[in-house]
């Protein structure tokens, strides 16, 4: 219990670092944001039609239904803006704590993403190579298709050990992690970001170069379109003062939140009834839609959304489930997208059954890590401390 007092401590000293400069209304936004930001990742991993692996330019290989049209209008439409949001909030973040020596940040930053990157791609490794070794268990892995390496490997006792070393470092099996990787980079990259941002000349090519990289969809192993773009508005927005609390009359949420809906329903049924209509002039078209989807719903949802955040800040119970969005963020892949076809064998046959499923499985998930991360919390909060960079111990 002293080691827990000591960790909660240091950590409560830490959020106080984090918000001490900003207003107590935009230190809530941050934090419920973030957590809404990893809830809504279950349900887009949780996603269950074909193809599962989402681009925005996906089409759907089946034909449009109630199920299909809901699942991919969320998946792939209205629930996309979570990544971007969870960007612009650590650049902004990062950049508010300039008087801290860049080098012992990026120590902090090591201990708090890269330590638990390389922890829980390994964990997620030994998962599923523990699951393969029981045969109903290797053929939910299989049927998943969450290690396929090849067309004839689908198991990782499958790998050589090279390809074992590449998926911990590199391709981690918990695929949400790219997002602690990337950020990580950008973190480190922080100085270069900050001098492009912030002088007269350089930002417009600087934005220029990022916004293209995004529309794009750009991405290798370290260093990727849309994080780059947002990291550094967050970053730009901070240094320039920016009112991030109150919208101008161009960020009108009314206006966005129009937009947000509307693009969103026009791409769902473009990709799904386009190429009949245009061929495949209609990829091009539903990326760049997926693109506008985005950033409105990022505007809309940040700017509009506040008394929803001022109601759910003040009830103890979020707050306390808010504090377990890294474990959700974490533990909750690759198990959603092993369960998706198990999922359907236990549900076949009920009316709506992938539709309950999308609802279901990601709910069940979620309060799995939840009730993980609480029993570890209390009975290994060193441990816990470790595994979450500190993070959810105040």
């Known amino acids: ?81 979570r990544i971007p949001m969870l960007f612009a909030i650590s650049g902004y973040l990062f950049a508010l704590h300039d008087q801290a020596p860049y080098g012992d940040r990026i120590k902090k930053r090591t201990r708090t993403l890269l330590v638990p990157y390389l922890i829980w791609s390994a964990l997620a490794l030994v998962l599923v190579f523990l699951l ?35 998926r911990w470092l590199f391709f981690p099996v918990a695929y949400q992690l790219w997002f602690i990787r990337v950020l990580f980079v950008y973190n480190c990259a922080y100085l270069g970001i900050r001098w492009c941002v912030t002088h007269r000349w350089g930002r417009p090519i600087f934005f220029a170069f990022a916004v293209l990289l995004w529309l794009a969809t750009f991405g290798i192993v370290f260093f990727e379109g849309e994080g780059l773009l947002f990291f550094s508005l967050g970053v730009w927005m901070q240094k320039a003062g920016f009112n991030v609390e109150k919208p ?14 509307a693009v969103a329903t026009i791409k769902t049924y473009l990709a799904f009834e386009g190429q009949k ?101 209390r009975a290994a909060p060193r441990l816990y401390g470790l595994l979450t960079g500190g993070r959810g111990l105040a």
Request: proline fraction near 3%; glycine fraction near 4%.
């Open 132 to 166: 393969e070794m029981f045969p109903t268990t290797r053929e939910w892995v299989m049927s998943s298709q969450v290690v396929q390496i090849d067309n004839t490997r689908k198991l990782i006792h499958e790998y050589q050990w090279y390809e074992v070393i590449a």
């Open 248 to 261: 101008s009359s161009l960020l009108s949420p009314k206006i966005w939140s129009v937009v947000f809906l």
């Open 277 to 377: 209509l245009i061929g495949d002039a209609v990829f091009p078209i539903i990326t760049l839609l997926h693109k506008v989807t985005v950033f409105s719903g990022l505007v809309a949802c940040w700017f509009g959304l506040d008394w929803l955040v001022t109601q759910l800040m003040r009830k103890k119970v979020w707050v306390w489930l808010s504090g377990f969005s890294f474990i959700i963020y974490t533990l909750h892949a690759p198990l959603v997208a092993i369960l998706i076809n198990v999922s359907f064998d236990w549900l076949q046959g009920i009316h709506g059954f992938r539709m309950i499923g999308f609802v279901c499985l990601p709910l069940l998930l979620i309060a799995v890590c939840v009730v993980v991360g609480a029993v570890l919390r």
């Open 1 to 81: 219990m002293a080691m827990y007092s000591k960790i909660s401590a240091l950590r409560e000293r830490d959020v106080s670092v984090n918000f001490c400069m900003v207003s107590q209304s935009l230190s809530q936004k941050f934090k419920f944001w973030s957590f809404v930001s990893m809830v809504l990742l279950v349900f887009v991993h949780g996603y269950n039609l074909e193809i599962r692996y989402l681009q925005p330019w996906t089409a759907p290989n089946e034909p449009i239904t109630f199920t299909s049209f809901v699942e991919y209008l969320f998946a792939n439409g209205l629930l996309r803006f």
